[in-house]
């Protein structure tokens, strides 16, 4: 079967860095994305991986191996604005979306 | 109205009830999607839409019905719910096939609760 894995919940402190982890087995692989979602709200696409390597944008930076199957985004500089549930999704071989449950990251001051 | 828009944004419904959620994307996108989202549980797929012709049915319980009259509308109409269908039921839109990163747009969703 398809599963991606990623922690329940983290916590981290306001100013500090955060790295989310993810794990994938699918079928196919044809890009991993990261979104955002505050509560209440829609998710919000944040990034894009389909090469090994580093993306930067920002605070935020998502890095991918496609060998291992893992993925993990960087947020530095943390806010209390960057609270919110952190999704990794997989596009597999039918170029469907494959979701994890998503990572609840609580900001302290 | 810019980006996915979704109505209503709540919605409670008895089990014999029926009643329709509608999206509607101003992206000029060609693909639709409904997502069931249910706590602590990730992003299940229910249907997939290309260019108004539907494409993946997950295996939904025939209770819920989509309808795409074109490429920016999109209905989930419900009729003879369960309580275990109660959760945010998201609409996504996206771009395919056009040599981009093809990332999924989504609307704020609608709140189901079934009584």
């Known amino acids: 079967g398809q599963n991606i894995d990623q922690p329940t919940e983290m916590t981290a402190t306001e100013g500090a860095i955060v790295q989310i982890n993810c794990t994938y087995q699918?079928?196919?692989?044809?890009?991993l994305f990261w979104y955002q979602q505050h509560a209440g709200e829609a998710p919000t696409f944040l990034s894009y991986n389909v090469l090994d390597g580093l993306e930067e944008k920002g605070r935020f930076s998502s890095f991918l191996s496609r060998s291992k199957g893992y993925s993990y985004l960087l947020l530095k500089e943390l806010q209390m604005k960057d609270s919110a549930s952190y999704l990794c999704?997989?596009?597999?071989?039918?170029?469907?979306?494959?979701w994890g449950a998503g990572t609840k990251l609580i900001i302290k001051p | 109205e810019t980006g996915v828009t979704q109505t209503p944004r709540h919605l409670v419904m008895g089990m014999t009830n029926k009643k329709s959620l509608k999206c509607e994307q101003h992206?000029?996108?060609?693909?639709m999607y409904w997502y069931k989202q249910s706590a602590k549980k990730p992003l299940e797929l229910m249907f997939v839409?290309?260019?108004?012709?539907?494409?993946e049915n997950n295996s939904v319980p025939s209770r819920f019905s989509p309808e795409c009259p074109n490429s920016s509308h999109l209905f989930l109409h419900l009729h003879t719910l369960q309580p275990e269908d109660s959760a945010l039921y998201l609409c996504a839109s996206s771009q395919d096939g056009s040599g981009g990163v093809g990332e999924q747009f989504f609307g704020p969703g609608t709140r189901l609760t079934v009584l």
């Open positions: 839409y290309n260019f108004k012709e539907q494409t």
């Open positions: 992206l000029g996108h060609n693909a």
């Open positions: 699918t079928s196919g692989f044809n890009g």
């Open positions: 999704a997989v596009r597999d071989s039918n170029y469907q979306l494959i």
